[in-house]
């Protein structure tokens, strides 16, 4: 294998290499896109179109470049003249060719199967970024609902504990005048109590004297009839 062909090889062996870190679960897709954005891929993503299209460019050049070497031995005719070496070496070369071809060929498609690779990967982290900034963003606005409930809650109960102190001083109030009221009602009945007791004392007083006062009468006027 020539030195070029040789070049060509290791770097379908470092594509291959490449593809299968992409594929096998080695890092998730958010490592892998700080990985891309590091400073040193963010300076080679500023030419990269020009780095794939040269790299597409050359392949297409080596993959051109076996299929002419394909049909020049294809096209061969073996005759009964030819030598023995000379034939193993027209087969060696078309044996070459054909090596040559799928190498560049293969190449190709893996500088494809990268590339869309990447993009997935990319897209793919960006997406789990957005979801986690829309994760953190309901966890801030269920944080600040929860809070503004509990403000309203606090609120509420406070209102409900002034509205209950004022029903209880309300009532503590018609209490207090509902007692002076039957205090008050209590001394007008003792009052009249006392009136009517004085006033059965005068009666019965009064009776006495009036007894008294017939008995004196009667005694007089039976003086008299002596008389």
Do not use: C
Not at 39 to 59: G, S
Not at 145 to 157: I, Q, V
């Amino acid at each position: 294998m020539s030195l070029v062909w040789t070049l060509v090889a290791t770097f379908l062996y470092a594509e291959i290499i490449v593809v299968l870190l992409l594929v096998l679960p080695v890092a998730s897709p958010y490592k892998w896109n700080r990985f891309f954005k590091s400073k040193f891929l963010a300076m080679l993503a500023q030419q990269a179109h020009i780095y794939f299209f040269v790299v597409m460019f050359v392949l297409v050049l080596f993959l051109l470049e076996a299929i002419r070497e394909m049909r020049k031995y294809s096209n061969h005719e073996a005759t009964g003249e030819v030598h023995l070496n000379v034939e193993m070496q027209h087969s060696m070369r078309l044996f070459r060719a054909q090596r040559n071809f799928y190498i560049s060929g293969f190449a190709i498609f893996l500088v494809l199967v990268i590339r869309r690779l990447v993009a997935l990967i990319s897209a793919q982290a960006n997406l789990l970024a957005q979801s986690e900034a829309s994760m953190k963003q309901a966890q801030s606005a269920t944080a600040a609902a929860r809070s503004l409930m509990n403000d309203k809650t606090d609120k509420a109960k406070e209102a409900t504990e002034d509205s209950t102190l004022n029903e209880l001083n309300k009532l503590r109030e018609r209490v207090q005048e509902l007692t002076a009221d039957l205090n008050r009602e209590k001394k007008d009945k003792e009052a009249v109590k006392s009136q009517a007791e004085s006033i059965n004392r005068e009666y019965d007083r009064l009776t006495e004297e009036y007894s008294k006062l017939q008995k004196q009468i009667t005694i007089g006027a039976v003086g008299t009839k002596d008389d």
